[in-house]
């Protein structure tokens, strides 16, 4: 299971924790049994499936109608997912059709009375807004770098499945295709370590050398910074920081990076930061708990051959 669906699963128990109320999962897709009962010692009250061949791919219209109708049934009043690609196209759909205020990136929340403050990251967390909502329901996602996986509960929540009528449900999108990278290593999000390349890797051969081979040697992830994506070295999916992936490894070793701040947005909740840079006064630096002032042409490949003996 994602971690980021584990993280949204202890914000949920921690919410009903202060709230002294109650969870409920709710997973949607097709052939759903093993997700299902890996769902069910996360403490929730119930785990809702709904098992449809027309919901195998997440096409956020017919998501977030079912998600808005299974909400209203319930008369749920916080609607929470992980903040991701998927739900970032699907739960603002879910928030309008609910008529309810959303709030994303949420990275902190308190009890206050019957209510709750959150606290959420803004302009690549140089700033931290802290905000109630107005209303019930309201329509939440959480970062997965903020909350953690809820401890298991031995009590197994009961499965519930929903009904999917898809003649109820909208039709305007349509699943064509879908080109994933072929697997291998681990995703930056869910990886204890990542390895990042910078500008000063200059080909995708180098990239791949230096970057994969520590990555490799160490069983991490890769990671880019943007500015690679931009001259076409590493792909989009790579790329860590405000605009790409929002990671907090054990180890994150950044190599030829400046340390702009939006890359750091991306990276900065790491436990721990390792930096190899030519330049002793790259602002990584000041955010590194180990640094080697280096060029990593020479100082990776006797880091990987040092490794691995
Ligand atoms: C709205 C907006 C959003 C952005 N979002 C992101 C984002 O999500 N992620 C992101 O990464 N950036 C993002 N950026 C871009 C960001 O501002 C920086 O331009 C980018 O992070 C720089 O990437 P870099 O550190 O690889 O390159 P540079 O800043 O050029 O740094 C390269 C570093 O490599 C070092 N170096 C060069 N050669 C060697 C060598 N041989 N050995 C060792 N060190 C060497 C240099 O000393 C330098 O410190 C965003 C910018 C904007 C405006």
Known sequence: MKLATLAAAGF?????????????VLVLGSGLAPITEALQHLGAAQVLYADHPALA??????????????????????IVGA?????????????ALLDAGMLSDVIE??????????????????AIATVKLAGSPKVLTVRAAAFTAPARVEAASPIVQVAVDTGTLPSQMEFVSRDTKVAGR??????KRVVSGGRALKTPEDFERLVGGLADTLGAAVGSSRALVDGGITPNSLQIGQTGKVVAPELYVALGISGAIQHMAGMKDTKVIVAINKDADAPIFEIADYGLVADVYEAVPRLIEKLKT
């Open 57 to 78: 791919n997440p096409l956020a219209d017919k998501y977030a109608a079912l998600i808005g109708r299974v909400a209203q049934e319930r008369d749920s009043t916080i």
């Open 109 to 126: 929340v308190r009890a206050e009375g019957d209510d709750f403050v959150f606290k959420r990251a803004l302009f690549a967390g140089n």
């Open 186 to 191: 681990p995703d930056a999000t869910e990886a």
């Open 83 to 95: 903040a991701s690609t998927f739900t970032k196209d699907i739960l603002p759909r879910v928030a």
């Open 12 to 24: 949920a128990r921690q919410l009903c924790g202060a709230a002294n109320d109650a969870f409920e």
